[in-house]
């Protein structure tokens, strides 16, 4: 690895985020998956959670919409609702869905200073009702038109990208989360990714 690249990677791990993910429940497309780690590498997510308890694992990710970001991210797939939460609850200190119900908040009054999990649903009938109730709270993106609804990728980078807001105004960008094993321990990683496509 050239110094202009290792230089590279520990600028890009020196901002990644260890207190916000991302949760997929059921997505069924694995370029809907892709694009939301797109997303995710954009704007310094850590981790992405990936639980399927009615589909099975996903052995792939769709590289044209992925950009091959999920290299760059560090995934966790479950298939088993109570193993995946019971990680999360270790980590984050809220767990929020996106559902539109009466006591949704909108997005732009969520605090994103803290350990939040945010899980999206799957394409067709969004979060299910035990991941509703292990959670939280929810929220919803607010929207004029009349389909109010948004392809999940996009609804994850909206999300996201108002929690770069934040946490940019909040300075959580200007200092590094990661302690010195993790840090070791994905520039080994990154640094491998590296040689090996080359």
Known sequence: MTPERRAKLESVLSKR??????????????????????????????????????????????????????KWLTVHQFDNTEECFFK??????????THLSSDAVN?????????????????????SEEIRRLSDGNFIIPQVGIIRSLNISVACAVTLYEAYRQKTIAGHFDRTKLNGEVLKELMDKWGYEEETNQ
């Open 88 to 97: 999360l609850r270790k980590q984050y200190s809220k767990i929020l869905t």
């Open 107 to 127: 997005l732009y009054e969520i605090n994103f200073r803290q350990p939040l999990a945010l899980v999206f649903g799957n394409e067709h009938s969004g979060v």
């Open 17 to 70: 985020q260890n207190d916000i993910t991302i949760v997929l429940e059921n997505v069924f497309d694995p370029h809907n998956i892709s694009a939301v780690m797109r997303t995710c590498d954009a704007v310094g997510v850590l981790e992405l959670y990936v639980l399927n308890t009615k589909i099975p694992r996903h052995k792939k990710w769709g590289t044209k919409s992925s950009s091959s970001a999920a």
